[in-house]
């Protein structure tokens, strides 16, 4: 059973109006659900022909009765980014109104359930889980939200918050195919990346900022810190999947990461069916902590010495920035070199630098700062 819906973002401009458009396949209702949604950032054209590439599978899978569980699938998660057209180049990462990144600060839960949870919890797991669903539903069917974009977000949220599963797909620069996902989730999740082919797997439990898929899984672990008394698992697998880089449209990368997506599904029983073996993890998860954000020092232009999947070790240079108008010999030419080792998963599509612009990013296992909480590129 499959169905479709459009709901409708309330006016930014007279005269102007944009839709969410909701795929559902199974029964409402039915477990497990999974959760799974294209272009947040508007921009980041992989996402969208391989949640397409997924969508044919599932129409297909559903004609003969193989979903088991809830599916819903939001193939373009972000109208208002699509409409931003800007010298011929599509935005659609930073809301045009106030700046704020379309994947940060997602309506953060957490202390509206801890507010108001305690008295429902038990030591039944299960209805734990039962509780903390609904109320997360009711918390956000009484918000309010302003805007277009808050409505949106919102709307988004009240589609996933209670999925067992939240993909939000997504790409990087010019990247390796790579996952973000909270820590408690792993190992747990592990089929998740060795199935996706993931080179790179971030873990953090609060990166900050509230992303898409840590509005959705974050609370279960911070509920179960607070209600030490009651069992509460961590009971949304959400993860944040970068699918390589911008221009990554391969019609062979397309159909090999939908049909990852779809065995992925089966695996966890959301469609039946026997899935292909799951292939081996690639590399361990790193810490998020771990990942060397690389920052230009100078102005210039970057000629990259490495390729996102080569190894590195700390001091090696990863790109030198030319300087054609230099104030000194110093600035002439500046190399950058890594803080760590590890596998160089990410760098720039443009070869423009400026001081203090992330150029590279490198996945290490040793953390190059304490604290979470703030690990999220702009
Ligand atoms: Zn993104």
Known sequence: MKSVETRVLPQTSPGTRRALTILRYGLAGSRPKAYLQAGLHADEAPSYPVLQALIEKLDEASERDAIIGEIVIVPAANPIGLAQWRD???????????????????????????????????????????????????????????????????????????????????????????????????????????????????????????????????????????????????????????????????????????????????????ISGTPAPLPELINPATPLTGVDYVKARSAGIIVYLKKPGEWLKKGDTIARIINPLPEDNVQKVVEVKSRTDGLLFSRNVDRFARPGKIIAKIAGAKALCEAEGNLLTL
């Open 88 to 270: 011929d180049m599509l935005q659609g990462r930073f809301d045009f109104v106030n700046s704020i990144n379309f994947n940060r600060q997602h309506h953060d839960l957490i202390q509206q359930l801890i507010d108001s949870i305690g008295p429902q919890l038990s030591e039944n797991a299960e209805q734990n889980v039962k509780a903390i669903r609904t109320r997360s539903g009711e918390i956000i069917a009484a918000l309010q939200p302003q805007d277009e974009a808050a409505t949106l977000k919102l709307l988004l949220l009240s589609l996933s918050h209670d999925a067992d599963i939240v993909l939000d797909l997504h790409c990087d620069l010019d990247a390796l195919l790579h996952l973000y996902i909270g820590t408690p989730l792993w190992p747990a999740a592990e089929d998740l990346a060795a199935q996706m082919g993931a080179e790179a797997t971030l873990l953090a439990a609060d990166s900050g900022g509230t992303p898409f898929d840590e509005a959705n899984s974050r609370p279960w672990w911070v509920l179960a810190e607070h209600f030490t008394d009651y069992p509460i698992p961590p009971a949304c697998l959400a993860a944040t999947v970068e699918l390589r880089g911008l221009s990554d449209t391969d019609p062979d990368m397309i159909e090999g990461d939908s049909d990852n997506l779809f065995g992925f599904l089966q695996r966890r029983e959301l």
